[in-house]
């Protein structure tokens, strides 16, 4: 069962930093508010935080969800 975390881990990993770069980019492309950037240039520290902003939970969530389906699939053999 423990290669089963870690590759649920892993592939939670990689989706949410998939789904954390096209937000954050997307989020600076459109600039609300302009908090990413001005004419003094990008704002990192922003950047950074809307990322991890969106990493995080999407870790969680995408892990879990490849848990429960290595699990059906494990039950199913």
Known sequence: MRRYWVRALAIGADGAALLAAVMTYRDWR???GGI???AQGT???IVGETALTWFAPAWVVLSAAAL???WWIARRR
């Open 30 to 32: 459109l600039n609300p």
């Open 36 to 38: 990413f950037h001005d």
């Open 68 to 70: 429960v389906v290595f």
């Open 43 to 45: 704002h990192w520290r």
